[in-house]
């Protein structure tokens, strides 16, 4: 079976070396994503920014850098697929989002994160691994109306600092594997267990003779192939920001995801029948597009020197083969060192 060998080629010391890495910069300092499967993620920028000095000249970035904790609640309601909403059912999903960045010069910087979620699906039985043909009862049935909790993709990123000044150009790359054999089959499911190597730059401008800001990061995305299928993906995540005092900063974020993969209904039908019990059907969740674009506000409020604070609201204007998202609230803290 194409799930069985995904992980079993990842080699056990390049996980390992993963781990220790996570854990040693983890315990150095004391204390999210996009969710492809339900067209959400974070939003914040919680730590995203190293001088929280409030203007001051900044000091040498060696040796700092910042930790982050998100929390976020997002309502899923049905499924947009290409012949329009499907009554799916809803989710339920609550997750906790941990990412630390440290930098080694004032060039380069290391950045790891890891979510934990806890999901809900209450409605259509669509992901019954017994209704599977032949039924496959060793798989968990994470659709079965109680929460479904784990721990996703782990995830390791570089950033290089290419231009400094009021006009700031990063380009950046990270390499996500999957945190454990987590079931990937079902609405509730945590992630969908696949490999993703992420390049990109981030661009940031600020003016000068404003409070305003922008930010802009633009990403593609190559994603590990199921049953032969490219879902690689171009990501953009675009801000622009206002700091009414030195403590209090307001923003207007988009998040769009948009690339490559299979399409419900067209794509798993057989003879003019819509089949849910092959492999295809399976694998679903790890073949179709998930292309979405989320809109939010958000605040942050720097608490000291030290500590920000973060909160977002979102929605979805536009969602293509994913999980309709009603809406999403975030709340985040950072620290920097």
Known sequence: MNIDHNCAIWPQKSISFILVVLALLACSFSVISEVAASGADTGSRAGHDFDLSYGAERESRAGHGWWGLSYQYVSVDGFESSVGKLPTGTVDSHSLYFEIEYYLNDKISLRGGIPYFAKKHEGADIHNPLNLEPPRPYIENVDDGTWNT????????????????????EPFASFGVPSNQYPFFGAAAVGQRLWKFELGTAFSWFPGLSNAYYRADVAYVFVEKTLGVNVNHWRLNAEVGYRFTPRLTGRLFMLLKDGKGLSVPEDFVEDGVFVMTDERWYQHDRLIKHNFLNAGIGLDWAINKKYLLSTNVMIQPWAEQVHAMEYALTVGVSRSF
Do not use: H, N, S
Request: glycine share 16%.
């Open 150 to 169: 784990g721990f996703e993709d782990l995830y390791l990123g570089i950033r290089y600092l290419a231009k400094d000044g009021p006009f700031v150009i």
